[in-house]
């Protein structure tokens, strides 16, 4: 790979800024070519049976490629519409990726933390919030626990993982935190 890229929308990026600085027929066709690979590559079908963690980077890759076709100035409509509905079903996909018996690696790349190494039990801080993570002896999660970050300050006020997100990526469907209710006399 001679642009150093490594998935088709870096690729279309490079492809398509080398033909505008200086045109040329073998570079118009490699735009071309890219282009296609690139929609074969956003219209490719999830992988029956395929484990979380790959399936997590594969959402990834592809919400990335396709941001990244959306960068080029001369982006045709069909790409456009591919690339749009591709970032909406990644997101769709990942927000219904269950925290709650995936292990480490998918965990981390749903989140965008690490974990530190250990056993039973793990931590991130995450918008605000101290998330800790209950994992079985095969590394699956098998319980979260989050709280404010600060002492004496435990309520969870995250922006982007506000306690609803967590606990709907947590189980992976749309939920919502329970209010709390007053305590009584």
């Given amino acids: 790979m ?10 279309l990026v490079a492809a398509t800024a080398a033909q505008r600085r200086a045109p040329s027929a073998p570079r118009e066709a490699r735009v071309a070519a890219v282009r296609g690979e690139l929609l074969a590559f956003l219209n490719a079908k999830a992988v029956a049976g395929e484990a979380t963690a790959p399936k997590v980077e594969r959402l990834e890759r ?3 490629a396709a941001g990244a076709a959306l960068t080029v100035p001369s ?7 591919v690339a749009t509905e591709t970032m909406v079903k990644a997101a769709a996909e990942r927000a219904q990726t269950p925290l709650i018996g995936s292990d ?3 965990i981390e ?7 530190p190494e250990g056993g039973a039990f793990s931590s991130a801080p995450l918008d605000g919030m101290s998330v800790y993570f209950v994992f079985d002896a095969a590394k699956r999660c098998k319980g979260i626990y989050a709280v404010g970050a600060k002492p004496k300050h435990r309520a969870m006020v995250g922006t982007t993982w506000t306690p609803d997100r967590l606990l709907s990526q947590a189980v992976g469907r749309d939920v919502k935190v329970k209010a709390a209710t007053p305590a009584g006399p």
Wanted: charged share 25%; aromatic share 0%; net charge negative.
């Fill in 104 to 106: 480490v690696a998918a």
């Fill in 2 to 11: 001679a642009d150093g890229c490594k998935d088709p929308g870096c690729q």
């Fill in 62 to 64: 592809m919400a990335n």
């Fill in 75 to 81: 982006v045709d409509a069909e790409l456009k519409t």
């Fill in 109 to 115: 790349s749903l989140l965008s933390v690490k974990l």
